[in-house]
């Protein structure tokens, strides 16, 4: 079964330049959610969306943006980068209704030097 | 605001020997309970989730969690644990409202010694 799809898996930027993370959800899928874990910490949440509009926002930097596309796609934009922003981040997606579960990606390792 | 707790932020077992991991959520409302397990070096899988019904779940590799509701927990259990266990375990909580987020528990660390 097609699972969520991120990309890159690994990411090595260096201090104040920037970084794009993508997310596919899974096909038919249209609510998308961000969540980063930093080293040895629970993940935190820090943006969704559904259709195309934000729909939650959480913890997350005002260096950072995200947005999700036509094709229910999204994309985290993050600018400025500091070390702390070294992480884990995972999407994860849903099919908007009532009762639902969210379905993880593999995650996008950001390394920040 | 919703939170949830866990009794144990790291655990050490033998093989064999029995596992209870111990989650409290606060929320007012109806929600969600997953607990989801994090191999070293791996993404977040889930182990088992409840939505309703029969309040005992079980889930893969032999774990079932108990949704007990007046005391707001839900607890997982594995009756023999094995050195392939050892994890980073999270129980999750999320409201029965449409498009909400996940809330992570901090995470029980389990090292299972052969």
């Given at each position: 079964?097609?699972g969520?799809i991120q990309?890159p898996r690994?990411?090595?930027?260096?201090?104040?330049?920037t970084?794009?993370?993508?997310?596919y959800p899974?096909?038919?899928?249209d609510?998308?959610?961000?969540?980063?874990?930093?080293p040895?910490q629970?993940?935190?949440?820090l943006i969704s969306f559904y259709?195309?509009?934000?729909s939650?926002k959480?913890s997350?930097?005002?260096r950072?943006?995200a947005?999700q596309?036509?094709?229910?796609?999204?994309e985290l934009?993050?600018?400025?980068l500091?070390?702390g922003d070294?992480?884990?981040?995972f999407?994860a997606s849903?099919?908007?209704?009532t009762y639902y579960e969210q379905?993880?990606?593999?995650?996008?390792r950001l390394t920040v030097t | 605001?919703?939170?949830v707790?866990?009794?144990?932020?790291?655990?050490?077992?033998s093989?064999?020997?029995?596992?209870?991991?111990g989650?409290n959520?606060?929320?007012?409302?109806t929600?969600?309970?997953?607990?989801?397990?994090q191999?070293p070096?791996?993404?977040?899988q889930?182990?088992?989730?409840y939505?309703?019904?029969?309040?005992?779940?079980?889930g893969?590799?032999g774990?079932e969690?108990e949704?007990?509701?007046s005391?707001?927990?839900?607890?997982?259990r594995?009756?023999s644990?094995?050195?392939s266990?050892?994890?980073?375990?999270?129980?999750?909580v999320?409201?029965?409202?449409?498009?909400?987020?996940?809330?992570?528990?901090?995470?029980?660390?389990?090292s299972?010694?052969p």
């Open positions: 079964a097609a969520v990309s690994h990411l090595i930027k260096e201090k104040r330049e970084a794009t993370l993508k997310c899974i096909p038919r899928h609510t998308v959610y961000w969540y980063q874990q930093g040895g629970d993940p935190q949440f259709e195309k509009m934000q939650d959480g997350i930097p005002d950072f943006s947005q596309f036509s094709d229910y796609h999204s934009n993050m600018s400025s500091e070390l070294s992480a884990l981040y999407c849903s099919l908007g209704s379905y993880f990606g593999p995650g996008t | 605001a919703q939170s707790s866990q009794h144990n932020h790291h655990v050490i077992l093989e064999a020997a029995s596992l209870e991991l989650c959520y606060s929320y007012g409302g929600v969600n309970l997953f607990w989801y397990v191999y070096g791996q993404h977040l889930l182990l088992l989730k939505f309703s019904g029969d309040p005992l779940v079980k893969i590799k774990f969690a949704f007990i509701k005391k707001f927990s839900f607890n997982l594995k009756p644990v094995q050195w266990d050892t994890a980073e375990y999270f129980c999750a999320n409201a029965k409202t449409s498009y909400d987020k996940v809330i992570f528990g901090p995470g029980t660390s389990l299972v010694i």
